[in-house]
C-alpha cells in the first residue's frame, strides 16, 4: 500500500535560518503533491501544490522541490520567523477516481527560535 | 464567507450513542471529505462525495455512514459510537483533480 513518511521528530532551528522538511513516499507514483500547514487545534491550510512534471514550486518565502526518481519532495521556509512555527503535511494524491482524495503523511512539526 | 463550517466543535460521548456531525460550505465546491486525525496516523479519508447524490467510501469507513443533503452540507453519522472512534475529524472540500483541499475547524470528539 501507499505509504507517506515525514519526520517525526520536531525540527527546531533558529530565527531567520532556513527551515528543510521532507516528505518520502513509496510504493505510488502520484499526479501531485500538496503541502498545508496546521496549528494547534485548527485545519490544515493549504499551502503550495507540485505536479508530477514540476521539479520546483515557489511562493514568497516557500520552496517546494518534487524528485519523482528519489520519491521525495523537501519543503524549503526561507528567513523562518517564529510565526512559522506549526506542523506541516505532505499530501497526495490517492490513485483513480475524478475526486481530490489526498494521502496525508502525520506530518512535522517545526519550531522556530527567536 | 465563513469557508468550512463544522458543528459542533466540541462533544462527548458514551459508548454505543449516536450522533451526526454537520458540515456546510459556502464555497460552491462539488467535492466534500470527512477525514479523521488521531495522533501518529496522520489524516485518513472516511468518506467522500464527489458531488450532490454521491458518497463513496474511503479508507476508515466503518462504523460511519454520511449523507451528501444538497451541495452546500455532507454529514457523518456514527449510529453506536466506540472509544475507537475518539478523534478529530475534518471536513473538508475541492473542487476537482490536482487543486487544493478547504478544511473546516474540526470537531473533536471523545467516546468514553
Known amino acids: 500500500s501507499q505509504k507517506i513518511e515525514q519526520n517525526s521528530e520536531a525540527l527546531n532551528i533558529q530565527e531567520g535560518k532556513t527551515a528543510t522538511l521532507t516528505c518520502n513516499y513509496t510504493?505510488?507514483?502520484?499526479?501531485?503533491l500538496q503541502w498545508y500547514r496546521q496549528d494547534p487545534g485548527r485545519g490544515p491550510v493549504f499551502l503550495l501544490l507540485?505536479?508530477?512534471?514540476?521539479k520546483e514550486k515557489r511562493k514568497e518565502r516557500l520552496k517546494v522541490t518534487f524528485d519523482t526518481t528519489l520519491k521525495q519532495s523537501l519543503f524549503h521556509i526561507t528567513a523562518s520567523q517564529p510565526a512559522d512555527s506549526a506542523t506541516y503535511l505532505c499530501?497526495?494524491?490517492?490513485?483513480?477516481?475524478?475526486?481530490?482524495?489526498?494521502?496525508f503523511g502525520t506530518g512535522t512539526l517545526l519550531a522556530v527560535q527567536p | 464567507n465563513a469557508g468550512v463550517t463544522q458543528t459542533p466543535k466540541f462533544q462527548v460521548l458514551k459508548t454505543g450513542q449516536s450522533m451526526t456531525l454537520q458540515c456546510a460550505q459556502d464555497?460552491?465546491?462539488?467535492?466534500m471529505y470527512w477525514y479523521r486525525q488521531d495522533p501518529g496516523m496522520g489524516l485518513r479519508l472516511i468518506y467522500y462525495?464527489?458531488?450532490?447524490?454521491?458518497?463513496d467510501k474511503g479508507e476508515v469507513p466503518n462504523g460511519y455512514n454520511v449523507s451528501r443533503l444538497n451541495k452546500r452540507e455532507f454529514s457523518l453519522r456514527l449510529e453506536s459510537a466506540a472509544p475507537s472512534q475518539t478523534s478529530v475529524y475534518f471536513c473538508?472540500?475541492?473542487?476537482?483533480?490536482?487543486?487544493?483541499?478547504?478544511f473546516g475547524q474540526g470537531t473533536r470528539l471523545t467516546v468514553v
Open positions: 499530501a497526495l494524491d490517492r490513485p483513480g477516481g475524478a475526486t481530490n482524495k489526498l494521502i
Open positions: 510504493n505510488y507514483s502520484p499526479a501531485y
Open positions: 507540485i505536479r508530477e512534471n514540476e
Open positions: 464555497m460552491n465546491h462539488n467535492s
Open positions: 462525495s464527489a458531488s450532490e447524490g454521491t458518497t
Open positions: 473538508a472540500t475541492g473542487q476537482g483533480l490536482s487543486t487544493e483541499a478547504f
